[in-house]
């Protein structure tokens, strides 16, 4: 069974219809992708699957448990993390006290200690800037940064929206080589990302969602080397 299925699920705004019946899984140790055009839904598909957006109509399910009927809160404490679009970090704390806020849903203070080392091990610069404000990182920093802040909840599976957005080339490559890294240290990633062609890369599967339909999946290379996809999605 996937570690996350997801059945005919509808999403509103109002009376616009967001998502419109789509169904996909992750499975566990997996990397898979949503890609798309701004617009697609690929946002509110993770805004709903964290509880942050109503669905209409559907199922979600995160090992076998109905995430439609669970807090987002406790969708947390489950295994799952979100690393929001725009890093949503809290600009006025210390990169320290961002990462505890992390770890809120947690009490043994000794795993906490041990995923604070983890967190520092993989990002030496969060540990540089321990004392910093968060707000004065540069953008590639306030992305590892949030990165991180996910990880103190020791996710079993983590959701990124759009990691590599406003980063420069040196950074961008730099986040997919972490985001390669947590899931070979063995959490599962969902991954929504404008810059299809480098997830594609480091993804199994994709999705490709239009206007709130999943158009096309498969294997990442094997959408790599589909025509359409080159043409709408990576600039060939």
């Not at 009490?107 to 540089?128: G, N, W």
């Not at 406003?166 to 599962?188: H, R």
């Not at 480091?202 to 025509?227: C, F, H, P, W």
Request: glycine residues 8%; neutral net charge; aromatic residues 6%.
């Amino acid at each position: 069974m996937a570690m996350l299925q997801v059945e005919n699920l509808q999403v509103f705004y109002g009376v616009i219809q967001a998502i419109k019946g789509i169904s996909f899984e992750v499975n566990q140790g997996e990397i898979v992708a949503l890609i798309g055009a701004n617009g697609a839904g690929k946002t509110t598909i993770l805004h709903t699957v964290t509880g942050l957006v109503p669905a209409k109509a559907g199922q979600i399910q995160f090992d076998g448990k109905d995430l439609l009927k669970t807090p987002s809160h406790k969708i947390v404490s489950m295994g799952m993390a979100h690393v929001p679009e725009g890093r949503r970090i809290f600009q006025e704390l210390s990169v320290y006290e961002n990462l505890q806020l992390g770890a809120f849903t947690r009490r043994d203070k000794a795993e906490i200690a041990e995923s604070l080392k983890m967190v520092y091990t993989r990002f030496p610069r969060l540990e540089e800037r321990k004392k910093q404000i968060a707000g004065t990182l540069s953008g590639g920093e306030q992305q590892m940064l949030a990165i991180g802040r996910a990880l103190m909840s020791k996710p079993r599976i983590i959701l990124m929206d759009e990691p590599s957005m406003g980063l420069s080339p040196l950074f961008v490559s730099e986040i997919f080589d972490i985001i390669q890294e947590i899931n070979k240290a063995g959490t599962t990633v969902l991954i929504v990302e404008q810059n299809a062609k480098k997830v594609l890369s480091i993804a199994n599967r994709a999705y490709v969602l239009e206007t709130g339909k999943i158009i096309q999946s498969g294997e990442a290379q094997s959408l790599m080397n589909d025509d359409s996809v080159k043409r709408a999605y990576l600039g060939e």
